[in-house]
């Protein structure tokens, strides 16, 4: 129990030192972390401190040691049944992949997220994932179904931003010009 409890602490830490742009710590303390929880058999923390890394990594330009935390976490969390989680992992390896340049590959990992948001009705999940990934089809050379992929994540926005509001007002307003037919 004390493994959890340090574990706990050290996941916090590198929390905060991550928020704070230490990241070289930030891994150090998940690292920590990690080999608690599985120490003491929390494959769920485990894996939840390994997805931080993985950000972490993908943050250092680490990308080898990224994308295999991140593949791992998605293991985990598919093993223990935690969808939301899963999805989480898929997100964060998607951002990765675009990140490497890795499009199609990136494109899939982001709609495989996306379609576990929408399965467990978390609408917001589900809306910055689409961001994400219109903005990678647009980037691809995909330019109506980035854009289209993008107006949907961004209708689903609960608490858009200012921009995200002027964004939506101006599709809004095309919408309109067009007769409602979109791009």
């Known amino acids: 129990m004390s493994e959890n409890k340090n574990g706990e602490a050290l996941k916090e830490e590198g929390l905060r030192l991550f928020d704070e742009g230490l990241y070289e710590e930030a891994a150090e303390r998940f690292g920590q972390a990690q080999e608690l929880f599985a120490a003491a058999g929390d494959e769920g923390e485990a894996a939840e401190v390994l997805n931080n890394l993985g950000v972490v990594y993908r943050v250092l330009d680490k990308w080898d040691q990224a994308q295999e935390a991140l593949e791992e976490a998605r293991a985990a969390f598919a093993r223990l049944g935690d969808r939301d989680r899963e999805a989480q992992a ?15 590959r990136a494109q899939e990992v982001l709609q495989q997220a996306a379609e576990i948001f929408a399965e467990l009705g978390d ?6 994932t689409l961001l994400v990934l219109g903005t990678q089809m647009w980037k691809a050379g995909d330019r109506r179904g980035g854009l289209a992929t993008y107006e949907m994540g961004l209708m689903l926005v609960e608490k858009p931003t200012a921009q995200q509001k002027a964004i ?16």
């Open 168 to 183: 939506r007002a101006l599709l809004k307003l095309r919408n309109r010009l067009l007769g409602g037919r979109g791009s």
């Open 123 to 128: 609408t917001e999940k589900r809306a910055r």
């Open 90 to 104: 898929l997100g964060n390896l998607g951002e990765l992949l675009a990140n490497q340049g890795d499009w199609m």
